[in-house]
């Protein structure tokens, strides 16, 4: 098993262009989530999805937008990226919301200049 | 509204000594607790969690966690650190009254085993 994949490992945006973050599990869990993590501020919710077909907002999901593909996909947009969206992108999953273990994938390292 | 609190950025142990990451939480009603780490350039792992029973809960690498309800505390301790456990962790909460919302994070506590 793969566990949690995401690409791309490594992007560098100019502001205002948009891209799209992948994330894949193999684990056939319910739960997605995104996450970034900015140095002293921990991790922090972006959006999440409890199960195919649903999305709610987390934490910090101005200048994003997500879709959830089908169980195994978990997308995040930045439609107009900014500087404040350089950040290290994590997603995770879990086979529920409620008390389950969620498991993160590598990350993705996103710089906008 | 839940909420996490790591209140050390940094803790520095020399190899060989116990080591102890405080983890504090605020819930409305009986807390689901779990410690994470990562290690430079990588994703977080799971360590351990409470959700019922024993206060005290075992984890992977020899970490344990002790639930105190009393203090409202889950901090994460180990009998003798190695520098291998140097790494970023960070403690998480769940309000099982609230629904379908996901874990809250702390801002995570930067570990310095020294050798």
């Known amino acids: 098993n793969a566990g949690v994949t995401q690409t791309p490992k490594f992007q560098v945006l100019k502001t205002g262009q948009s891209m799209t973050l992948q994330c894949a599990q193999d684990?056939?869990?319910?739960?997605m989530y995104w996450y970034r993590q900015d140095p002293g501020m921990g991790l922090r919710l972006i959006y999440y999805?409890?199960?195919?077909?649903?999305?709610d907002k987390g934490e910090v999901p101005n200048g994003y937008n997500v879709s959830r593909l089908n169980k195994r996909e978990f997308s995040l947009r930045l439609e107009s990226a900014a500087p404040s969206q350089t950040s290290v992108y994590f997603c995770?999953?879990?086979?529920?919301?409620?008390?389950?273990?969620?498991?993160f994938g590598p990350g993705t390292r996103l710089t906008v200049l | 509204a839940q909420s996490v609190a790591q209140p050390e950025d940094q803790v520095n142990v020399a190899e060989g000594n116990p080591l102890t990451v405080k983890c504090t939480y605020s819930?409305?009603?009986?807390?689901?607790l779990f410690w994470y780490v990562q290690y430079p350039n990588r994703g977080l792992q799971f360590l351990l969690k409470?959700?019922?029973?024993?206060?005290l809960v075992k984890g992977s690498y020899g970490f344990e966690a002790e639930f105190n309800k009393s203090q409202t505390s889950f901090h994460l301790k180990k009998p003798s650190a190695l520098v291998s456990d140097s790494a970023l962790y960070f403690c998480?909460?769940?309000?099982?009254?609230?629904?379908?919302?996901?874990?809250?994070f702390g801002k995570g506590t930067r570990l310095s085993v020294i050798a």
């Open positions: 995770a999953s879990s086979e529920g919301v409620r008390t389950d273990t969620q498991y």
């Open positions: 409470y959700i019922t029973g024993d206060n």
């Open positions: 684990m056939n869990h319910n739960s």
């Open positions: 998480a909460v769940r309000d099982p009254t609230t629904g379908n919302t996901p874990l809250v």
């Open positions: 999805s409890a199960s195919e077909g649903t999305t």
């Open positions: 819930v409305s009603g009986n807390p689901y």
